[in-house]
C-alpha cells in the first residue's frame, strides 16, 4: 500500500537521527510489499536562516497533505544563549502542533529488559515498568497569554485550561487504559492552581463514563518522585502540556536514555512522531546519537496512524534483538559494554535493518 510520510529532519541530531527512522521505513516497505514516498519539508533554526520563518507556509502545505509526518528536533545554541532573539526554532514546533491540531502526545516508557543496566534506577524497582503517558499538546503555558510589563522587569505566562481541551484527551486516556491495565493516574497541582482545578473536575466527570476504569489523582510534585520510587504502580498517566514535559523527560530514565523514548502528536488531521529528545548540541555531528527513539516512533506511527500492527511489531523486536545482541550506543551502553559493541548512529541504523531483513548483522563503524 502506498503512503506519503512527510520528513522532518529539523536542526541538530535531529537530521542524524531522522535519517535512520526513514532507513527502517524503507525495509518495511521492503519486507512488507508496501511503497512510501518521503517529500521533506524545513522547520526551526534551518527554516529561519533560509526563509526568516520557523515554520514556512510551504512546510504547512506540506504537512497537511501527507499521511504521516516523522520529525526530528529543532534548536540551535545561538537562540538558547540568547533568549531575547525573537523568531526562535520551537516557535515553528508549537505552530505546527498548534495549526495541525495535535492535542494529543503519546510518550509510551518501555523499558527493554536488555537495558535493565542503562538506567540509574536499581533494576529491581525498573523490572516490568510500562507506562503509557499522555501529554496534553495545545494548552496551558505554552499557549496562554505572556509578554512582559514593568519595563521588562517582569514577565509572565498565563497557564489556561479549557474544559474541552481537557475532556478530549481525558477520553484518549480512559479508552487507551481499556486495552492495558484499566487504570489511569492523572496529574495536577489542585491544591494550588485555579488551571489544575478545573484539570481535576473534567477528568472526573469523563471518570464517570468509564467506571470500569480505575481513576487515581496525583499532585505533580509527588508524582516526580513516585514515578522513579515505584514505576511499576503506573498504567496510563494524563497531564497537562508543562507538567507533561518535565515528567516524561524524567521518565526517560526508566527507558534507560532520552535516545530510547519515541513519541505520537495525534489529534483530528495527520499524525506527527518524534522521539521526545532535542537537538542535543552537545553531540551534534559527533555521529553517536541514538536512533532507537526516531526508529520506535516509526513503528508508533505505523501502528496509529496506518493501523499496520504486524508491521510495528515487527520493528519494535528488530530493535529488541539488535539489543539483546549486546549492541549499544553509547549513551545506553554501561561500564560492561565492550567497546566493539558501541555503535554509531548510522551503524545502529544497519542493524535494525538488518535484523528487519532477517540479515546477519555485520557492522561497518
Ligand atoms: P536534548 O534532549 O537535546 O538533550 C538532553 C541530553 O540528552 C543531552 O546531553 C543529549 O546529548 C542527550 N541526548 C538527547 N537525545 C539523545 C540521543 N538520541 N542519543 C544520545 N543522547 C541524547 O535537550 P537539551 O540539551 O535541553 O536541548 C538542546 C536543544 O534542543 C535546545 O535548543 C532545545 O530548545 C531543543 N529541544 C528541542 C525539542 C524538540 O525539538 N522536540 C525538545 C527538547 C529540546
Not at 20 to 40: C, D, I, M, T, Y
Not at 41 to 70: M, Q, V
Not at 246 to 262: C, N, P, Y
Request: proline share 4%; hydrophobic share 40%; aromatic share 6%.
Amino acid at each position: 500500500m502506498k503512503k506519503v510520510i512527510a520528513l522532518l529532519p529539523g536542526d541538530g541530531i535531529g537530521r542524524e537521527v531522522t535519517a535512520q527512522g526513514k532507513r527502517v521505513l524503507e525495509e518495511v516497505a521492503k519486507v512488507f510489499g508496501h511503497s512510501f514516498e518521503f517529500p521533506e519539508g524545513i522547520i526551526g533554526h534551518e527554516a529561519i536562516e533560509k526563509t526568516g520563518n520557523a515554520l514556512p507556509d510551504e512546510t504547512l502545505t506540506l504537512l497537511r497533505s501527507s499521511e504521516a509526518i516523522l520529525f526530528g528536533a529543532v534548536g540551535h545554541p545561538k537562540y538558547d544563549n540568547d533568549p531575547s532573539l525573537p523568531v526562535r526554532p520551537e516557535q515553528g514546533l508549537l505552530k505546527m502542533r498548534k495549526e495541525l491540531g495535535l492535542y494529543a502526545n503519546l510518550r509510551p516508557i518501555r523499558l527493554f529488559d536488555e537495558l535493565l543496566g542503562a538506567s540509574s534506577i536499581k533494576p529491581e524497582i525498573l523490572r516490568g515498568a510500562d507506562i503509557l503517558f499522555f501529554r496534553e499538546l495545545t494548552g496551558d503555558v505554552y499557549f496562554g497569554e505572556k509578554g512582559k510589563k514593568n519595563e521588562g522587569k517582569t514577565a509572565y505566562d498565563v497557564m489556561i485550561y479549557h474544559e474541552y481541551e481537557v475532556e478530549r484527551i481525558a477520553h484518549k486516556a480512559f479508552q487507551a487504559a481499556r486495552a492495558r491495565k484499566m487504570k489511569v493516574t492523572s496529574v495536577d497541582k489542585a491544591n494550588v492552581l485555579e488551571s489544575s482545578r478545573l484539570w481535576r473536575r473534567v477528568i472526573q466527570e469523563v471518570g464517570k463514563q468509564y467506571p470500569d476504569v480505575t481513576l487515581e489523582h496525583e499532585f505533580v510534585d509527588a508524582m516526580a518522585m513516585k514515578l522513579i520510587q515505584q514505576p511499576r504502580r503506573f498504567d496510563v498517566v494524563v497531564t497537562g502540556n508543562l507538567f507533561g514535559d518535565i515528567l516524561t523527560d524524567e521518565a526517560s530514565q526508566i527507558a534507560g536514555s532520552m535516545g530510547m523514548l519515541a513519541s505520537a502528536s495525534v489529534g483530528d488531521t495527520v499524525g506527527l512522531y518524534e522521539p521526545i529528545h532535542g537537538s542535543a548540541h552537545d553531540i551534534t555531528g559527533k555521529g553517536i546519537a541514538n536512533p532507537l527513539a526516531s526508529i520506535l516512533s516509526a513503528a508508533l506511527m505505523l501502528e496509529i496512524s496506518f493501523g499496520w500492527k504486524e508491521e510495528a511489531e515487527a520493528v519494535v523486536k528488530a530493535v529488541k534483538q539488535v539489543l539483546a545482541s549486546g549492541y549499544r550506543t553509547a549513551d545506553i551502553a554501561d561500564s560492561d559494554t565492550p567497546k566493539e559493541m558501541i555503535l554509531n548512529t548510522q551503524a545502529m541504523g544497519d542493524c535494525v535493518v538488518a535484523q528487519l531483513a532477517r540479515k546477519p548483522i555485520a557492522v561497518i563503524q
